[in-house]
Nanobody, 122 residues
Framework: QVQLVESGGGLVQAGGSLRLSCAAS????????MGWFRQAPGKEREFVAG????????YYADSVKGRFTISRDNAKNTMYLQMNSLKPEDTAVYYC???????????????WGQGTQVTVSS
């Protein structure tokens, strides 16, 4: 079992930055691939970024490439999402999740955090 807790969300103006964190606990949590997802009101949950267990491979959604950076520190059992040049359309609840393999497929992630709200004002 892996437990995930997100933090770092908040209200920011367009063009600003936020850094989300996801603290993981549980057996062998550092051996999982991890990802960030987001869900805006009335929309499906969508993949944002993913990182392999070693941190050597990363995936990004086209909508965030060049603006968001995913990273992890396995010594701290923590994953991060640095979000720069934020836009109002980035407003959503952001979730972290863990999977056995790095993938963009939402249903293949086994463990989920409770989510943290990110609101970008125009």
């Amino acid at each position: 079992q892996v437990q995930l807790v997100e933090s770092g969300g908040g209200l920011v103006q367009a063009g600003g930055s936020l850094r989300l964190s996801c603290a993981a606990s549980g057996r062998t949590s550092s051996s999982y691939a991890m990802g960030w997802f987001r869900q805006a009101p009335g929309k499906e949950r969508e993949f944002v970024a993913g990182i392999s267990w070693s941190g050597g491979v990363t995936y990004y959604a086209d909508s965030v490439k060049g603006r968001f950076t995913i990273s992890r520190d396995n010594a701290k059992n923590t994953m991060y999402l640095q979000m720069n040049s934020l836009k109002p359309e980035d407003t959503a609840v952001y979730y972290c999740a863990a999977a056995l393999k790095l993938t963009v497929v939402t249903t293949l992630y086994n463990y989920w955090g409770q989510g943290t709200q990110v609101t970008v004002s125009s």
